[in-house]
């Protein structure tokens, strides 16, 4: 992991230049206010999911469901779905 101080002559271009390779902290005044990390279409995929209020809300679902025992154990399922 790297650390970069932000300043007016950081250029963005070699912090993403960094970032191809390894986590960078970008730091200002001292504190820490972003990770740039390494970053391909399959993450952008995910990240873009797991942030998609509809999959958020069905986990909250499904965490409901387990809480109040709600579910279906493995065997169960493989009747359910015919797979014995």
Not at 31 to 45: I, K, N, R, Y
Not at 47 to 66: G, K, N, T
Request: with cysteine.
């Amino acid at each position: 992991m790297k650390t970069v101080t932000c300043s007016e002559n950081t250029s963005c271009d070699e912090i993403a230049r960094q970032a191809e390779q390894d986590d960078v902290i970008l730091m200002r005044d001292g504190h820490p206010v972003a990770l740039v990390m390494p970053f391909d279409d399959d993450d952008l995929e995910w990240y873009a999911h797991e942030r998609d209020p509809a999959f958020l809300a069905s986990i909250a679902r499904a965490r409901q469901q387990v809480a109040a025992g709600r579910t279906t154990g493995h065997e169960q399922l493989k009747k359910e779905l015919g797979l014995e």
